[in-house]
């Protein structure tokens, strides 16, 4: 039987309240012109978004709800007595409200703010419905949240109609429908989010908006959205741009860096037991896990470790306070051979093989014993510039010490055999020009601002042609860093670009 912090996580539970619908309708029906004749909520709850539609908007002629919950189709029932409304016990998954269109249509609502893989019952027929690669597919890309669907399976069956969509959502899962317009060649002929407060309306600590779309009937392609907040609906506080793939703020004075990286940007090891496998040194040998264990282990499968809250200077190359156990050189690497090579590590895992065989995670399964993933050749270059996936302003670090320096998955790096290009590198990445470009392509209150596929964006052939020689001396200088950097490791550096730009084009 389900509790009721179960049914309320089920079922996205927290109904909006009257007054808050109230100023969406007013909002929608001021700001934007809306005027529909028929208003459908495709997750209706008790009923608030409907019955402040009905007050507000002089045109209707029709309502419609759609509730999963049976208790709560009854309550919007007895709360508006209307003759236009008509409310269906179902489930939005399995139930065709696109039936309903017809004249001017606004679809408005509240979809459950929940992932699909938090969920066990109120779930949508499993698909890959983003078209992901396989990897991506097993691993948390997969991942969506279930009002991102929502959104998504209204914009398809609206094309073409006389469609407005209103619905409350996190900002990056507005964001996300962007990419989603975009990528399918969606037509519509505005799109704007008004953020809120959600913890101030829902008590939920998160970054939320009103995510409104209006669908085109003549092929129009806007690809701009203006964002505002809810309070002051007349002040834009930016635009973002959605075309090409690609996520931007439209800002003045933003050096064009847009490209792709030469280089590939690595993401850090990947394990899933971090109790077992991050150690720190307590003596010669000793190692404490975080269970408080403190064990005799050899070094040769031990690496210093920088996790994403540790990037706090440009240079880490000792005082490492962590340490990490990787038993694996590539992905799907045998792991027999820890064994010989280092049998108390060998028996420190197998005593607590349980552990690392109850990981949850897909990629685990039929992999070799203790596996890892986020390993390569890569992972053990000498000199690494890396930079945290959760900063909202990044700060790049030249990661190196005498054995290859390990990062967490939730960080990113660029590897490199020389330290003279690393730490070039690393005053690039870190420069006005830089950093300029990198905040205006991310959004700093997403989960992590800055991913792969963003930190991938820095093409850095664009870089050395736009960033001299004397803005690195000065990154240098700003940075509190002594005076190393020469003309000869710059130039050295830029040529190292071009070469792997030339690669690049002929691969």
Request: glycine share 4%.
């Amino acid at each position: 039987m389900m509790v009721r912090n179960d049914i309320k996580k089920e079922f996205g539970d927290y109904q909006t309240p009257g007054y808050f619908a109230v100023k969406v309708c007013n909002l929608l029906k001021d700001k934007l012109k809306i005027s529909p004749a028929v208003v459908i909520d495709p997750t209706c709850g008790v009923g608030n978004f409907l019955k402040a539609a009905l007050n507000v908007f002089d045109n209707v002629k029709e309502a419609v709800g759609v509730e999963i919950n049976k208790e709560y189709c009854g309550k919007c029932r007895e709360r508006i007595r209307d003759p236009r409304l008509g409310v269906t016990h179902g489930n939005f998954f399995s139930y065709e409200v696109t039936k309903h269109l017809k004249d001017e249509t606004l679809f408005i609502g509240n979809p459950p703010w929940a992932m699909n893989a938090n969920l066990k019952f109120n779930l949508p027929q499993k698909v890959n419905f983003k078209g992901l690669s396989g990897t991506d597919a097993l691993t948390g890309a997969s991942n969506f949240d279930i009002c991102e669907y929502v959104i998504l399976k209204l914009i398809e069956g609206s094309i073409g109609k006389n469609v407005s969509i209103a619905m409350l959502c996190k900002t990056s899962v507005a964001r996300n429908v962007l990419l989603e317009l975009d990528r399918n060649d969606v037509p519509v002929d505005l799109v704007r989010m008004y953020t809120f407060d959600s913890l101030k309306v829902f008590r939920i600590n998160a970054s939320a908006c009103l995510l409104y779309i209006k669908m085109s009937t003549d092929d129009s392609k806007c690809r701009n959205c203006e964002v505002y907040d809810i309070n002051y609906p007349d002040h834009v506080c930016e635009t973002i741009s959605f075309k090409n793939g690609r996520l931007c703020s439209v800002k003045e004075d933003v050096p064009d860096l847009e490209g792709k990286c030469c280089f590939e940007w690595r993401q850090g090891v990947k394990h899933d037991c971090a109790r077992l496998m991050e150690l720190e040194k307590t003596g010669e040998s000793f190692y404490r896990n975080k269970n408080k264990e403190t064990v005799e282990l050899e070094d040769a499968l031990i690496y210093p470790l920088i996790k994403s809250s540790s990037f706090k200077t440009p240079v880490i190359h000792d005082r490492f306070k962590k340490y990490v156990l990787v038993t694996q050189k590539k992905p799907r690497e045998e792991t027999e051979y820890i064994k010989e090579l280092a049998p108390q590590t060998w028996k420190y895992l197998n005593d607590r093989k349980t552990v690392f065989d109850s990981r949850k995670s897909s990629i685990y399964t039929g992999a070799p014993a203790f596996s890892m993933f986020g390993v390569g050749e890569y992972s053990f270059a000498k000199y690494k510039v890396g930079v945290s996936g959760f900063y909202k302003k990044p700060l790049f670090s030249l990661l190196y010490s005498e054995k290859p320096v390990m990062v967490d998955d939730t960080s990113y790096f660029l590897p490199f055999d020389n330290y003279a290009d690393a730490y070039t590198c690393m005053l690039m990445l870190n420069s006005e020009k830089v950093q300029k470009f990198l905040l205006s392509i991310s959004f700093p209150d997403a989960k992590r601002p800055f991913t792969k596929k963003v930190l991938q964006r820095i093409d850095l052939k664009k870089c050395a042609e736009n960033i001299s020689f004397e803005e690195l001396v000065k990154t240098e200088k700003r940075l509190n860093l002594p005076c190393s950097i020469t003309a000869g490791m710059y130039d050295a550096f830029s040529g190292h670009i071009w070469e792997q730009n030339k690669t690049m084009l002929f691969s």
